[in-house]
């Protein structure tokens, strides 16, 4: 969508190795950061553990837009895991983390596969609003049919236990954020790896030239579909770490506002990269906690220019700033270092 | 269900659809001619109603007759379109004729995320509540069920009316032939002189313009909320959508359908009312995915 | 893509045929009633003028656009209601005239997503860049002359190398029929000789059949094997390069045009 080209491949440089193994770097000293946040800086948390679940679902946003399409409704997603993960604690109260985390992302996959068959039939324009729409009605079930679902309230959830075991709060939260900095790294890696693979390259391609693909002997709908489970999975996995780390589910969660907001955080990021995801989600909720409390009623009105900014003047958003940093950075530093090293 | 029952389901669902007509009529026409999707056009619709209320308000404080309230309905559209509207395209749209499609929707996006939060500022989280208008034209008793003149006859006709004006202003005008000629193909038309960016500049204050007298005229019969532009702008694509985007005729017997199906669901099953204008529109698109008078584009290879 | 016998088969149906085409567009006729058999093991130029319908022709005959009138036949099978995709799978690939590529990846990578969509590669976890495909696409990209190009995006390449790439592209697919609308449009005059040369060495050796609309005579006279002269949405005349060049109908309406 936006400019996402100069991540489609590696070049086999020298000197883009050199970036790559500096942004390795980078990326292995913020995660290493992140898991020490526990122990340096307690009182972020809670907050960092937020970020990193919506962090998940704003990855998910982000594949969707590597085929040049954008989804106003994937909140939907990151609800329907949240609502399952609560059905099932109150069903089972003496369930277990993983199962709540599990059933969360299947029930996500199968709704993104119902609302993925009909959806995938459209492109652009259609594709964002009927994503809308379909969130929206879930939204309406979740808030008339009060008596199933808690109405605007929402449902709470009880704490589930841990392989087994009933933890404390302390200790649940501190599971709850490792697991979250681990699915964080491995989804991360694994969306990554999808992305270079042929199937996530032949994804990628319905950005560009569908027809070509059809005469690939390939279904453009399909491919398009295959992307848009893994999207809804993710988002899924976030929703479901949102709820076990807030302990509560409201309609709130698949409001088009939460769904406004992942685009935002993607676009923020930078459209299309998996890292911005992450990084976009930290800064945007850092900004927000402490923004809110001079900002509270002009949030979304924040929101909204700085999205128009982005989108005017960096459509690379963050990860393309960096991008063009490290560049200028290697290409001023002195080139014949390099050559001398072959 | 008794005839009664019928009767006023009947009614709800017209006068619904007529409102919902005139927010869509200003969408489809800008998607007609500028292939752009205004989602910020539920926040005019509800700039609109909000205006039209706190407009009333201040002049019947002043002793004003009710019936001014119609006078001021039409200004408060006419100001949406020129302050808000106008800005818009002018400023932003322009910037973007030219990028991809998802760029604009994000575009127009962003707009509606910031008018949502501006008429938060301007006229708080309490809802408003302005029926002098309706209560001004009085009641009428048809077949025993009595029901208001401005709903059941005003909206149907205003609908009607701007169904046919706008038919006649494109097909007949040197103005709409302008902007039709610029629909066709853009390009052409400044070949041959026509100010495309002029075209596309009234095109969306006109558009704006009803989507602010959408809501100036459905004031009277809902309270004013935060909320209500995103509501607006799902069901007005739905409408939009069930009748192809661009479809101006279509999107009248969409609005009817949708208006009409949520009525008497209102009476049958009032918990899914909300939800009908939806089903409908994912039933028709799963059957018809260009709408009920859209036409599938072919792609030239 | 088993060539060995198609040469010699002539009992079975034929590769390609259509019966009694017939697609309008408003008042145009773009077929009209068109009959066709292809053989295999030849490669099929298509002439005429602007307008005649041989576009159409390859659209029809690959799924993209549906007769209102006729049949299409693959080797016996009626492949007429089929999607593009299910009749590329049964071994028809194609080349456009504006080319069909995907202009965000490298020429490279258009080749080696050609070749995973062939081969149905599934594995997420493995680099485009690293399937074992991988040399016999740089040979297929060496063959076109884009070796050299192979890193370059799409928009980075000229008319000619994203026409050349495209044929590739439809190669890469390993075909039975490839249909290619005026592949050497945007080469440069002096390299297409050269080029159809290689091209049709190449099908030769792959054993692929092809049609391919030609709007220059020298090249249908050299590489063709023969020749369907295309007038007003159906074939007016079939023959040897030899025979239709100097007939006189051809010489007024087509020649004549391309001089013109």
Same mark, same amino acid.
């Given at each position: 969508m936006l400019d996402t080209s100069q991540r489609s491949a590696p070049k086999l440089s020298d000197k883009a190795g050199g970036l790559r193994s500096t942004r390795s770097l980078l990326t292995l000293a913020g995660v290493l950061l992140l898991a020490a946040v526990p122990l340096i800086a307690p009182s972020m948390q809670l907050l960092i553990n937020l970020a990193l679940a919506k962090g998940l679902a704003v990855l998910g946003v982000t594949i969707l837009l590597r085929a040049g399409q954008v989804s106003f409704g994937h909140a939907l997603f990151f609800g329907v895991s949240a609502y399952v993960g609560a059905f099932l604690m109150a069903s089972?109260?003496?369930?277990?983390?993983?199962?709540?985390?599990?059933?969360?992302?299947?029930?996500?996959?199968?709704?993104?596969?119902?609302?993925?068959?009909?959806?995938?039939?459209?492109?652009?324009?259609?594709?964002?609003?009927?994503?809308?729409?379909?969130?929206?009605?879930?939204?309406?079930?979740?808030?008339?049919?009060?008596?199933?679902?808690?109405?605007?309230?929402?449902?709470?959830?009880?704490?589930?236990?841990?392989?087994?075991?009933?933890?404390e709060r302390p200790e649940f939260e501190a599971?709850?954020?490792?697991?979250?900095?681990?699915?964080?790294?491995?989804l991360g890696w694994f969306t990554l790896r999808w992305f270079a693979s042929p199937v996530g390259q032949i994804f990628q391609t319905i950005k560009t030239n569908e027809t070509r693909l059809e005469y690939l002997g390939l279904s453009p709908k399909r491919v398009l579909l295959s992307g848009y489970l893994l999207s809804a999975a993710l988002c899924g996995v976030g929703g479901s770490l949102m709820a076990m780390t807030q302990g509560v589910v409201t309609p709130e969660y698949v409001w088009w506002v939460r769904s406004a907001e992942m685009v935002f955080i993607a676009v923020l990021g930078g459209a299309g990269s998996v890292r911005g995801a992450f990084i976009g989600a930290l800064i945007y909720e850092i900004v927000r906690v402490y923004a809110s409390a001079f900002a509270g009623d002009i949030w979304q009105l924040l929101l909204g220019s700085f999205l128009l900014i982005i989108i005017l003047f960096a459509p690379g958003g963050i990860m393309g700033i960096a991008d063009s940093v490290m560049n200028r950075r290697s290409k001023s530093q002195p080139t014949n270092l390099g050559e001398d090293a072959q | 269900m008794n005839l009664t029952i019928f009767l006023l389901a009947l009614f709800d669902g017209i006068s619904y659809a007529a409102l919902v007509f005139i927010v869509a009529l200003g969408l489809t026409l800008i998607f007609g001619v500028m292939r752009i999707l205004n989602i910020a056009? +539920?926040?005019?619709?509800?700039?609109?109603?909000?205006?039209?209320?706190?407009?009333?308000?201040?002049?019947?404080?002043?002793?004003?007759?009710?019936?001014? $309230?119609?006078?001021?309905? !039409?200004?408060?559209?006419?100001?949406?379109?020129m302050l808000?509207?106008?800005? !818009?395209?002018?400023?932003?749209?322009?910037?973007?004729?030219?990028?991809?499609?998802?760029?604009?929707?994000?575009?127009?996006?962003?707009?509606f995320m910031i008018l949502e939060d501006a008429q938060r500022l301007v006229w708080g989280t309490q809802p408003y509540f302005q029926a002098s208008a309706l209560q001004a034209l009085g009641n009428i008793t048809l077949f025993g069920v009595t029901y208001t003149v401005y709903q059941l006859i005003l909206l149907p006709l205003v609908a009607i009316?701007?169904?046919? +004006?706008?038919?006649?202003?494109?097909?007949?005008?040197? !103005?709409?032939?302008?902007?039709?000629?610029?629909?066709?193909?853009?390009?052409? $038309?400044?070949?041959?002189?026509?100010?495309?960016?002029?075209?596309?500049?009234?095109?969306?204050?006109?558009?704006?313009?009803?989507?602010?007298?959408?809501?100036?005229?459905?004031?009277?019969?809902?309270?004013?909320?935060?909320?209500?532009g995103a509501d607006m702008i799902v069901l007005s694509f739905a409408v939009v959508a069930t009748a192809g985007l661009g479809q101006i005729e279509g999107a009248a017997v969409a609005a009817l359908l949708i208006g009409l199906g949520r009525s008497f669901a209102v009476y049958v099953w009032p918990e899914v009312a909300v939800l009908v204008p939806y089903l409908i529109m994912v039933l028709v698109l799963l059957i018809r995915p260009q709408g009920l008078f859209g036409s599938p584009v072919a792609r030239k290879i | 893509m088993t060539s060995a016998t198609q040469g010699t088969r002539r009992s079975g149906p034929p590769l390609l045929e259509t019966r009694d085409l017939v697609i309008k567009f408003g008042g145009v006729t773009a077929a009209n009633n068109v009959s066709m058999q292809i053989e295999a093991g030849r490669n099929l130029a298509i002439i005429g003028p602007n307008g005649a319908g041989k576009t159409t022709f390859l659209n029809i005959c690959t799924g993209w656009l549906k007769p209102q009138q006729g049949k299409v036949f693959l080797e016996g099978e009626d492949i007429t209601t089929l999607p593009p995709r299910k009749i590329v799978q049964r071994g028809v690939a194609r080349a456009f005239q504006i080319p069909q590529l995907f202009t965000e990846h490298t020429a490279l990578e258009n080749l080696l997503i050609s070749a995973a969509a062939r081969d149905g590669m599934r594995n997420p976890l493995q680099s485009l860049h690293r399937i074992r495909q991988r040399d016999e696409m740089m040979h297929l990209l060496?063959?076109?002359?884009?070796?050299?190009?192979?890193?370059?995006?799409?928009?980075?390449?000229?008319?000619? &190398?994203?026409?050349?790439?495209?044929?590739?592209?439809?190669?890469?697919?390993?075909?039975?029929?490839?249909?290619?609308?005026?592949?050497?449009?945007?080469?440069?005059?002096? &390299?297409?000789?050269?080029?159809?040369?290689?091209?049709?060495?190449?099908l030769a050796e792959a054993g692929v059949t092809s049609v391919f609309v030609e709007h220059d005579m020298g090249i249908v006279a050299r590489h063709a094997d023969e020749v369907a002269v295309w007038n007003a949405g159906n074939v007016q005349l079939r023959g040897t390069p030899d025979e239709i060049l100097e007939h006189p109908d051809v010489i007024r309406d087509v020649i004549g045009e391309e001089v013109a």
């Open positions: 089972m109260p003496q369930a277990d983390l993983i199962l709540v985390l599990i059933a969360g992302v299947a029930g996500a996959a199968i709704s993104g596969l119902l609302v993925g068959l009909f959806v995938v039939r459209y492109r652009g324009i259609f594709f964002g609003m009927l994503n809308l729409a379909f969130s929206m009605i879930f939204w309406s079930i979740l808030e008339k049919f009060y008596h199933i679902t808690g109405g605007a309230d929402g449902i709470r959830l009880a704490r589930p236990t841990v392989l087994g075991m009933a933890l599971v709850l954020f490792y697991l979250s900095l681990v699915l964080m790294v491995g | 056009h +539920g926040s005019l619709y509800a700039i609109g109603a909000y205006a039209t209320v706190s407009l009333t308000g201040f002049f019947l404080a002043l002793g004003f007759s009710p019936i001014f $309230a119609f006078p001021l309905m !039409i200004i408060s559209a006419v100001l949406v379109g808000l509207g106008g800005p !818009i395209e002018w400023l932003l749209l322009r910037r973007i004729y030219d990028k991809p499609e998802v760029l604009q929707l994000l575009v127009t996006f962003a707009v009316g701007l169904l046919f +004006g706008l038919r006649f202003f494109l097909r007949r005008t040197v !103005i709409g032939k302008l902007i039709l000629a610029t629909t066709e193909d853009r390009e052409a $038309a400044q070949s041959i002189g026509i100010d495309a960016d002029r075209v596309f500049l009234f095109t969306f204050i006109v558009g704006a313009v009803l989507a602010g007298l959408g809501g100036a005229l459905a004031s009277p019969t809902t309270s004013i909320l935060p909320g209500m | 060496d063959l076109v002359n884009c070796a050299d190009v192979a890193d370059r995006t799409v928009v980075e390449l000229s008319e000619g &190398q994203r026409k050349l790439i495209d044929i590739a592209v439809a190669l890469a697919l390993k075909p039975r029929l490839l249909l290619m609308d005026e592949p050497t449009s945007g080469v440069a005059s002096s &390299q297409k000789h050269e080029v159809m040369e290689i091209l049709v060495g190449a």
